[in-house]
Nanobody, 127 residues
Framework: QAELVESGGGSVQAGGSLRLSCESS????????MAWFRQAPGKAREGVAQ????????VYADSVKGRFTVSLETAQNMMYLHMNDLKPEDTAMYYC????????????????????WGQGTQVTVSS
C-alpha cells in the first residue's frame, strides 16, 4: 500500500513562505482525496486544505484561505502545499493524508475520513 512522505518544513519569519511536499510511493490517483492537516502542541489536528486527485478542485480552511495553495503533480505522484504570508499561529506539525473514498462534502477536512498518513514535517513561524 502506498506510503506518504512529507518534506519541506522549516523555520521562517512571519510573512515568509514555504512549500511542503508530499510524495506518494504508489499511484497518487489511487487516492481520490488528499489533504493537508496540522497539529500544534496541545491542540487538535485540524484540516488545512483538501484536493480531489481527479480534478484538482480544492477546499481550504478559513484560516488559510488566500495564503495557502494545494496542488498536485500527478506524473511525479506529488502533492504540494504552498504557504505564503506565514503567521506565528501557523506553527505546527503538518501532515499529508489520503483516502480512496471521497468524504462527504462537510467532512473533506475531517481527519477521521483519512486512512493513510505521512509522518509529518514541522513548520515554525517566528514573529
Amino acid at each position: 500500500q502506498a506510503e506518504l512522505v512529507e518534506s519541506g518544513g522549516g523555520s521562517v519569519q512571519a510573512g515568509g513562505s514555504l512549500r511542503l511536499s508530499c510524495e506518494s510511493s504508489g499511484d497518487i490517483n489511487s487516492h481520490r482525496s488528499m489533504a493537508w492537516f496540522r497539529q500544534a502542541p496541545g491542540k487538535a489536528r485540524e484540516g488545512v486544505a483538501q484536493i480531489y486527485t481527479s480534478s484538482s478542485v480544492s477546499v481550504y480552511a478559513d484560516s488559510v484561505k488566500g495564503r495557502f495553495t494545494v496542488s498536485l503533480e500527478t506524473a511525479q505522484n506529488m502533492m504540494y502545499l504552498h504557504m505564503n504570508d506565514l503567521k506565528p499561529e501557523d506553527t505546527a506539525m503538518y501532515y499529508c493524508a489520503a483516502t480512496s473514498r471521497i468524504p462527504p462534502l462537510p467532512e473533506l477536512l475531517s481527519p477521521e475520513r483519512y486512512v493513510r498518513w505521512g509522518q509529518g514535517t514541522q513548520v515554525t513561524v517566528s514573529s
